[in-house]
């Protein structure tokens, strides 16, 4: 019985949120409920036929400025309508007229037997774009390089054009009349909550169908600007680069901007664009193809190969890890090696895991323990060299800079000492750009949470999935105000058992997070409390439980920091 679709629900909204994926494991203990069958028959009818609409609206960090915090409002959907999303975009992915369009690299539809998610892994189509733009470069003598970005994508996108798109793109394909009901309803639920809150003009941020209708929209105008620019076009998102001379890039940014005024759309002033020159730009082509992340890769890979091959060695991993200070989440798959079927395990050693057998029998906890370290020595010298490095002389320049920052800085968060972090945090947040990885560092270092809970729920799930690492009680300043994102993000630290004593308001988010009231939470008013609440039952919390093991051995090991520093400005 396939569960794909199960497993790619639940890759994906790990790297969103918690809560949905929380609903999700309650709604997947289910042997019918995860199913594939069940999703794409009883889930999409189900989110069909109802029409009330059940979101979680959540606060995540945007940026730090003047003195406060700004907020993305991010709405999660129930599981239920997840697990129909994961239907929908897998049924969609068969056909050419949902597909972005080769030069359009966010969102792009994973293969059926891929479980990372419906989605394939941001970063392959990021380093994809870089490639191809390099190659652009080296073809144009004396060419610019022009970056230019849509201003509040997703929340600028109408009712009436999201559903438009739909129905056009639906037509243009052999799709079963059932997911194209699915889609419009889906849109008519989005439509009603952004009525409600007044925070969109109709498509939400959050959901995954959101992104593919965010595509389709913007489909007729990457292949015009396409053809225009003679292939020199490029779309991450909401994120466009033009590869010309001065003239054409200036030309072809004007065109675009008229093409996205039609849509109700609109660029980025001209003052937050940039532009650097093609010799300038190859100056970091080689970027991504640094070896250094190989280590940290073969390190993760390692943990979780270990830890299916050993299942009754996390414990044991886990405590020589805490000895030494790392923070990489251990997670137990006894229950979902015992579930695999016979011939599951059959094919493993048969090579349907390449890394079966042959390389799984040198990995010790010795091993892991030592490419920890190793890991640990090389970015922190890495980051060393960075840091004292004078500072970047262009925008270009300071936007490599950033990057290499953030993936060695947010790696070392899970590798060094709560000593070493405490001298390496001041370095990073005097950089408006690093504020995120740099206060979540300081609240690891000092355990003091107080700051990060107000910068929102994904702020605080990266931190306190580090510090219940760690264990032991945690400080909250008394004198703190609190409020709907104090709030919440109270109920996340309360989710991951994070000890701490701050009482806080009783709202409906904390009592799920303690499971206390479960029954009144029942019938709340919010869709989403609602259904998460009858998932896990009149129980004592489950959550540790759930975040702790694995609900199958394709579901992958979740970082936390590092998917928040992976998410664009519109998701």
Known sequence: MSNELAVKALNQYRKRDIFPYLGLRYYLESSTGRQSRWIKNVCTRLTTDVVHSSYLKTYHFKEFSNGGFLHRDIYLPAPNEILSEAALISEISKYDSFKPKPYVYSYRFSKKNEKSGVFQPYFNGFKERHKSIADAC????????????????????????????????????????????????????????????????????????????????????????????????????????????????????????????????????????????????????????????????????????????????????????????????????????????????????????????????????????????????????????????????????????????????????????????????????????????????????????????????????????LLRVDQGIVTISKDTKTSSVFEQSLAVLEINGVEHDFKGSETELKSFATAENISKLMSSPNGFIKEVACLHGILPSRHQEALDSSFDRDEELSLDILNQLQKSSHC
């Open 138 to 465: 080296r073809s144009i003598e004396g060419g610019i390089v022009l970056y230019t970005d849509i201003k509040k994508f997703y929340p600028s996108i109408k009712s009436v054009d999201a559903l438009t798109t739909w129905e056009r793109s639906c037509d243009n394909s052999d799709i079963d009349d059932k997911y194209k009901r699915l889609g419009r309803e889906i849109l008519k639920k989005h439509e009603s909550v952004s009525l409600c809150d007044g925070t969109c003009n109709g498509v939400l941020t959050g959901p995954l169908f959101s992104h593919v209708i965010a595509n389709l929209l913007l489909d007729q105008t990457d292949i015009q600007m396409y053809e225009i620019s003679k292939g020199k076009y490029w779309r991450y998102v909401d994120d466009v680069v033009f590869v010309g001379t001065n003239d054409e890039v200036a030309k072809w940014r004007e065109l675009l901007g008229e093409k996205f005024f039609k849509l109700n759309l609109e660029l980025h002033d001209g003052d937050k664009d940039f532009q650097v020159s093609c010799k300038d730009w190859l100056e970091g082509e080689d970027d991504f193809d640094n070896t250094f992340g190989i280590e940290w890769i073969s390190l993760i890979s390692g943990v979780k190969r270990f830890l299916i091959a050993n299942p009754s060695k996390a414990k044991e991993l886990q405590e020589s890890f805490k000895d030494d200070h790392i923070r990489i989440p251990v997670i137990d798959y006894t229950n979902a090696v015992k579930e695999s079927t016979y011939l599951q395990r059959f094919q493993d050693w048969m090579g349907k895991y390449k890394w079966a057998i042959k390389s799984v029998k040198p990995i010790t906890i010795e091993r892991l323990l030592n490419q920890a370290k190793k890991c640990e020595k090389v970015f922190k010298l890495k980051l060393d060299v960075l840091l004292n490095k004078g500072e970047p002389v262009s925008i270009y320049e300071g936007k490599r800079f950033t990057l290499k920052l953030r993936y060695l800085s947010g790696r070392l968060l899970y590798l060094l000492s709560r000593q070493e972090l405490s001298k390496l945090y001041p370095k990073l947040e005097v950089r408006p750009e690093l504020y995120f990885i740099a206060k979540t560092m300081e609240a690891v270092a000092t355990r003091d949470i107080s700051l990060v809970l107000h910068m929102g729920v994904d702020a605080t799930h990266a931190a306190a999935q």
